[in-house]
């Protein structure tokens, strides 16, 4: 059956206002022929990680055979054990590098495009369209948000400098993230606060002001610098991307946001649950089927506070041996892996309607542009989920080091969602044996 069908099928029982009736459905033959959709969530965090910790201890630092890819059984390392019970259920990449990246942090302004920062002359910095809003492109067509962006702070933490989120349009601009979880909810479920026609007025009103700022810039174009055009370009290009939503959010405006028991916790929330309840927030979002595409830029510094260090994420990063850093740096490894591990659990345990878990349908990418101190090359990646065809994992992928572009793993997962591209970014070949199925 086509991935088109199941979508069909799928909204002909929605619209008769069979939705309710679907989990009843799990352990019959009709619910098996609904396809689940394929999912992807994109999970960046900053300033590396302390490689004899991260990585497993039969890993060579260096390249001693002809081929191009080593794969071996994944052997957990010492900062990775919380994944244990999760081992079947992920792998670990290594030794991929955003090849044009320049200087310390550029990996992780590209982290999702694998740009050539460097390729106009007339901006100190030019980006691409990141591999999320490629997938959401086609994906999104068939959801209300074709992708969500989400932020764990505001402002330039965690060593990722520019941008309000790590996904680009089109045009290489950065997209406007979700900061907070009362955001990705309203976002998500709505205001219950507000009625349908006060939604469209709302609306409205955005789109009136997206109007009046986007007025008088073709006139301004005729008189001011080359320089200047680029910027006013960057300016343009950031509002059509935000009438396109405007334009979705107005098609969609009369559909009811669906049913949630999701309630956010109340009272202050430490880092790791505020964390932890974007996971559960990210999980009903899939489960809802909200949106099938997510970028989240996740915050470590409150994470650091709350298990007693004193440094701050960039202090962590130039640790030295036997330092408070390094254990800093160590600690907060250990961390990332537990939440990682809890997402997993989530996911894992929510079932779609043929019986099959979320997970089982969704590709989870967890890394940073940085491997350790401000080294961009070699970065570590680890990927989760069946991606919907049942991938074989438990894997430790290696490949040539300072070579093999990340690009070529975004290029992988693009034609994995059915999307024909011939190159992405800095990519000059597939990742073929990552995406095979069992």
């Known amino acids: 059956m086509s991935h088109s069908s199941s979508i069909n099928r ?27 959709p394929k999912r992807v969530i994109f999970i960046g965090y900053g300033y590396g990680h302390y490689d004899q910790g991260w990585f497993p201890n039969n890993v060579s630092q260096k390249w001693h055979c002809n ?38 942090h550029a990996g992780c302004d590209t982290f999702l495009t694998c740009a050539n920062p460097d390729s106009n002359p007339l901006r100190p910095f030019t980006n691409t369209v990141s591999v999320d809003q490629v997938i959401a492109k086609e994906v999104g067509k ?22 309000a989120s790590m996904s680009c ?18 976002r998500s479920f709505g205001d219950p606060e507000l009625t349908v026609s006060e939604r469209r007025k709302q609306l409205s009103k955005h789109r009136s002001l997206l109007v009046l700022s986007n007025g008088g810039t073709k006139s301004l174009a005729k008189v001011i610098s080359k320089e ?10 950031s509002l059509r991307s935000i009438e396109k939503r405007i334009q979705k959010d107005m098609a969609w405006a009369d559909k009811p946001y669906p049913k949630t028991n999701f309630q956010i916790p109340s009272g202050s929330l430490n880092e790791e649950e505020k964390i932890k309840t974007c996971f559960d927030l990210i999980t009903e979002i899939f489960r809802t089927d909200l949106t099938r595409v997510i970028s989240y830029r996740m915050s470590s510094i409150g ?9 701050n994420t960039h202090a962590m990063s130039h640790w030295a041996k036997n330092s ?84 070529n793993l975004w290029l992988s997962t693009i034609k994995h969602f059915g999307i024909d591209a011939q190159q992405f970014g800095d990519s000059n070949n597939e990742l073929h044996n990552i995406f095979k199925a069992v």
């Open 142 to 163: 068939y959801t209300r948000i074709s992708s969500m962006q989400i932020n764990g702070r505001t402002g330039n933490y965690d060593g990722w400098g520019r941008g």
């Open 10 to 36: 799928r909204s002909l029982i929605k619209a008769a206002g069979l939705g309710a009736l679907l989990p009843m459905f799990e352990s019959s033959a009709y619910a098996k022929s609904l396809k689940p």
């Open 169 to 186: 349009n089109e045009s290489g601009e950065f997209l406007n993230g979700l900061n907070t979880l009362g955001d990705i909810y309203r």
């Open 303 to 311: 994470l650091l506070q709350q298990m007693g260090h004193q440094q």
């Open 228 to 237: 200047d055009k680029e910027r006013l370009s960057q300016f343009t290009d």
């Open 324 to 407: 408070q850093d390094l254990q800093c740096q160590i600690d907060r490894d250990k961390k990332l892996a537990e939440l990682l591990a809890y997402l997993i659990r989530q996911l894992k345990n929510t079932k779609e309607i043929d019986g099959s878990s979320l997970l089982d349908n969704t590709l989870i990418f967890f890394g940073t542009g940085i491997r350790v101190h401000h080294v961009v090359k070699n970065i570590p990646m680890i990927m989760a989920g069946g991606g919907g065809i049942g991938m074989k994992q438990g894997k430790h992928y290696s490949f040539k080091e300072n070579v093999t572009p990340l690009g």
């Open 67 to 104: 081929s191009q890819e080593k794969v071996k059984k994944l052997e957990l390392s010492s900062s990775l054990q919380a994944l244990a019970q999760y081992k079947n259920d992920v792998s670990l990449i290594s030794n991929l590098s955003p090849i044009h990246a320049r200087w310390p």
